[in-house]
């Protein structure tokens, strides 16, 4: 499959059609990183019919009036404001409820997942079998603290071995997926990091490719060691018991 053009502006759906592609970016107190992370996006899309969308997740910060501002600049940024804070996952799922591509991409916010990566894996997720619903990213020389890579390193391995999900980095933000797809799976809070194993768990196959990773320049992580250690082990145990009780039909045949 060719690659999209890479020096033609990002071009929108045309009138009256849907975009193939949309972007969906959760933030909550990024204004530093926000901006610059939304540029970046649609010089990594240039070419492609696509939207962005930016969940502010109730910022306490300017986030949501620098974003506003660049919507001149960017005629396909979308943003979309919760009233209340509601977490990444809670994000996401307004982002995508809210698109109009078939296939999403989804970004962490803080602009450490590198745009340009996305479109090869669209174009993966495009040029796999029928039944390929999610192409993730699997990130190579993380630029994080020791402590935080080692964590990861422990929390992927515990949850690959519960689950199978064959997953080796699902805390990467960094994915593109079917829409129809995603819809279908029980939403709760925290899915984001479990989405490969419910993927499996709906009779999809997904798959996963290296992509680059940058050190944080603004703001503040979301996120503590001690405080994924304990929504972690609540959320296994309630994908584990996803997987107990999924029964698939097999093919199904209209008669």
């Not at 078939?102 to 079998?129: F, H, M, S, Y």
């Not at 680059?212 to 972690?232: D, F, I, Q, V």
Request: hydrophobic share 40%; charged share 25%; with cysteine.
């Amino acid at each position: 499959m060719a690659s999209a053009p890479s020096q033609t502006p990002l071009a929108g759906p045309a009138a009256g059609s849907r975009p193939e592609v949309s972007v969906v970016v959760p933030v909550f107190n990024e204004s530093g990183a926000a901006p610059d992370l939304a540029r970046e996006i649609a010089a990594a899309f240039s070419g492609w019919s696509a939207e962005i969308l930016f969940v502010d997740d109730c910022s306490r910060d300017d986030t949501r009036e620098r974003l506003t501002a660049l919507k001149a600049e960017i005629p396909v940024l979308r943003l979309l404001a919760h009233s209340a804070n509601s977490g990444q996952s809670r994000a996401v799922r307004t982002g995508v409820l809210a698109a109009r591509g078939d296939i999403i991409v989804t970004l962490d916010g803080d602009g450490q997942n590198d745009p340009a990566d996305a479109p090869k894996l669209v174009e993966a997720l495009r040029a796999g079998p029928p039944d390929l619903a999610l192409v993730g990213g699997e990130r190579v020389r993380r630029q994080d603290s020791a402590a935080k890579k080692i964590a990861s390193r422990i929390g992927n391995g515990v949850r690959r071995r519960l689950l199978r999900d064959t997953a080796n980095d699902t805390g990467c933000g960094l994915k593109a997926f079917r829409r129809e797809a995603f819809l279908r799976l029980p939403y709760f809070d925290h899915i984001h990091r479990y989405l490969p194993a419910l993927m499996l768990r709906e009779g999809y196959s997904t798959l996963f490719l290296p992509v680059g990773h940058r050190p944080r320049t603004s703001g503040a992580s979301k996120y503590t060691n001690l405080g994924r250690l304990w929504a972690s082990a609540s959320d296994l145990a309630g994908v584990i018991w996803l997987q107990s009780r999924a029964r698939r039909p097999g093919s199904i045949l209209e008669l």
